[in-house]
């Protein structure tokens, strides 16, 4: 607790024993408002002062204001323990709503406890620990294990495992030696490694995680925009109606004639102006957005603000790109067929030729070969443009490439178009068989991709591959919709449509990895960005981040959001449902003025406790 | 030119009030006030004179919540 907090603590504890107190002294009746005074200011001097300077202010809807206005009013009309009780009340509130925020911020650091206190730096041979602000670009820093790394660097010496699951959610350790770059905020296992730092402090990993998680909430969500809203209306409406109902009844009362009632309507109008204060609403809307947006960022979500979190869970259609996304991008051996001879002969023809190139496709080859066999490199080794390679291999002339390579050889294979590249094998004239490669699915993506399904979303991929290839992955993912041999300016077209076509209300979803996809990105109603660990363009440009490479934290994230919703949705029903039924209840005259307060904090305690569950 | 202040206040609503208050300042494109970490961001205008402008924020903070303390 601050001071300002265990200020406000001991003010309630005294002002609450010294009203029993006074309940079971023996004080004449008639000198009981005096003797109630004295709790009375002890727990309402602040609000009374700032009231008063609120009149000076011309601040009139200003809560103290209000609070002031009732509870004196209350104390006129001879009501001192409603007055002594509602204050009571609002105070107990106000500690309760600042202890709640408090904790909450507290958790969200807690939560993503990754911001490193120090950092080792070597100054004359001896290790400093460092405030890591002061470290400048290029300085080599020392990581024991055990501890977080401070700064994004490169090791320069010693290995180690690095944990990065403070950052991606994923507790698998990876392997770390000299030239790896390593994040802040990964924490190192097992040995002691020297980095030379890439970046400063504020632009290392860590420090821009932690500034996107709290600045999220600035970027605002409807439902927010809408008590803010309701909020500008609710204070003036409540008073204006607390007026009316002092003035009126009696007025109608002595037009028939019969008593006013002054007294009566005048408490009774007392009532509505100690709910006036729509704090519940303004404080647990964020806070349930806040606490959702940490709880994703726990688990390698980074959302940049409560309206994306927002829009999330109403997401309708998920539109991919294809290639670093769905697929690795990168290219491996997926089967082969051989012609008279075992898959190693094949293998090793291939492998021969294939290591005298660069391609990717040749060092997919070469990788998947050395897996099962010692590969030989060809001699004679040539690269034919737009066919293949030729060589010599064990003597005989040796062929790998497309058809019109085999061409040459006079061996006529048939063109087909496949999903996948295929690499022709010949050797000493004899067709020998072909391997296939194609760009892999990446390993969460079938999984995600069902979930996805079940739960109606449609999904879309875009693709400036081969129809082919896009046919092959679309079927074996069960993509809603696929379109292929796409320009980049095509994707953009062609997610406008899907926004155009979706109507009022629905989220289209555009995932990518962030880096060539910029404008589509940009122009989708969330661009979420993939495997952005470490590519900084990629967490710039998206307005929900993966860390790391794995959808189903996509699919997480809509769980996320859902919940927060529900929670967001339960809080503005509840909040709103208890103080309409007190303002009727207080109009009838059925409730007083401290059960109405009683009430408005309840709400307000359960609004917040039940805000605070978005966290978990 | 955007700025991060730290920002004292004791309640959502004025915070909010605080938050439209500021952005109608002169020379303040826009303010946004996370509450709960006690954070406001504000974007000035081109040229602005930043250290007046904050006295500004600060006076107009006051007159909603006495208490209020801005600062950088």
């Given at each position: 607790m601050t001071k300002k907090q265990k200020n406000k603590l001991i003010r309630i504890v005294v002002g609450f024993i010294l009203t029993v107190m006074i309940y079971l002294l023996p004080i004449p009746e008639k000198w009981e408002w005096a003797a109630l005074l004295v709790p009375y200011f002890v727990l309402g001097c602040d609000i009374l002062k700032k009231a008063l300077s609120g009149i000076v202010r011309g601040q009139v809807f200003d809560e103290n204001f209000l609070m002031g206005i009732a509870t004196v009013g209350a104390y006129l009309i001879g009501e001192y323990v409603e007055a002594v009780a509602v204050l009571l009340f609002y105070q107990l509130g106000e500690l309760f709503e600042s202890y709640a925020v408090g904790k909450s911020r507290r958790n969200i650091s807690e939560l993503m406890n990754?911001?490193?206190?120090?950092a080792n730096v070597m100054t004359d041979g001896e290790i400093q620990k460092l405030d890591p602000n002061e470290v400048e670009v290029g300085t080599e820093i020392i990581v024991f294990p055990g501890e977080r790394v401070p700064i994004d660097g490169i090791i320069t010496e010693g290995e180690t495992q690095l944990e990065v699951s403070a950052l991606t959610g994923e507790s698998l350790p990876a392997e770390a030696s000299v030239g790896t770059a390593v994040f802040s905020g990964s924490v190192n296992i097992s040995g002691k490694i020297k980095l030379k730092t890439t970046k400063v402090f504020g632009e290392s990993t860590v420090s821009k995680i932690l500034d996107l998680i709290q600045n999220a909430?600035?970027?605002?969500s409807k439902s927010e925009n809408f008590i803010t809203r309701f909020a500008r209306v609710y204070t003036p409406a409540v008073c204006i109606s607390a007026l009316l109902l002092f003035l009126l009844p009696p007025l109608v009362s002595i037009a028939m004639?019969?008593?006013?009632m002054w007294s009566e309507w005048l408490f009774r109008s007392l009532t509505f102006l100690v709910i006036s204060c729509p704090c519940a609403l303004v404080i647990s809307v964020p806070l349930s957005f806040f606490g959702g947006i940490g709880a994703a960022g726990k688990k390698g979500i980074l959302i940049k603000g409560s309206n994306y979190l927002e829009k999330l869970s109403d997401t309708k259609t998920v539109v991919f790109d294809k290639t670093?996304?769905?697929?690795?991008g990168t290219f491996e051996v997926t089967g082969s067929e051989e012609v008279n001879c075992s898959e190693k002969e094949l293998l090793y023809i291939a492998a021969a030729l294939e290591s005298g190139s660069k391609h990717p496709i040749a060092k997919s080859v070469v990788a998947y070969a050395k897996d099962k066999l010692q590969v030989n490199t060809a001699e004679n080794i040539k690269e034919i443009p737009g066919q293949g390679i030729s060589g010599t291999v064990d003597g005989k002339t040796a062929l790998a490439g497309n058809t019109k390579l085999m061409k040459t050889v006079g061996i006529e294979l048939e063109e087909t178009e496949k999903a996948s590249t295929v690499v022709h094998v010949a050797f000493d004239g004899e067709y020998k068989g072909c391997i296939y490669i194609s760009d892999v699915i990446k390993k969460t993506i079938p999984e995600a991709l069902k979930i996805l399904n079940r739960r109606k979303i449609k999904t879309v991929m875009l693709t400036g591959d081969r129809n082919a290839v896009a046919q092959k992955i679309a079927n074996e993912l069960s993509v809603s919709e696929f379109y292929s041999e796409l320009l980049p300016n095509d994707k953009v077209e062609h997610l406008e449509k899907l926004l155009e076509g979706k109507g009022e209300k629905g989220t289209v979803v555009f995932v990518g990895d962030g880096i060539n996809d910029a404008p589509v990105l940009a122009r989708s109603d969330i661009g979420v960005a993939m495997?952005?660990?470490?590519a900084d363009a990629a967490i710039e440009s998206a307005d929900i981040v993966l860390m790391d490479d794995d959808l189903l934290k996509l699919c997480k994230g809509m769980e996320i959001s859902k919940k927060t919703l529900k929670i967001v949705r339960q809080n503005i029903a509840f909040s709103l449902a208890v103080k309409f039924l007190c303002l009727i209840l207080g109009a009838l005259g059925i409730a007083n003025m401290w059960i109405s307060i009683f009430a408005d904090v309840g709400v307000m305690v359960i609004a917040v406790l039940n805000a605070m569950r978005t966290m978990k | 030119m955007e700025k991060q202040f730290k920002i004292e206040v004791d309640c959502a609503n004025c915070a909010s009030k605080i938050e439209a208050a500021i952005s109608k300042i002169n020379g303040i494109d826009e303010a946004h006030i996370n509450f709960i970490m006690g954070k406001m961001n504000v974007k000035f205008d081109e040229g602005a004179d930043e250290k007046k402008l904050l006295k500004q924020m600060q006076k107009v903070a006051r007159k909603i919540e006495p208490d209020c303390e801005i600062y950088l």
């Open positions: 990754i911001r490193p206190d120090y909430a600035m970027k605002k004639g019969n008593a006013p670093g996304t769905l697929t690795k495997g952005a660990l470490g | -």
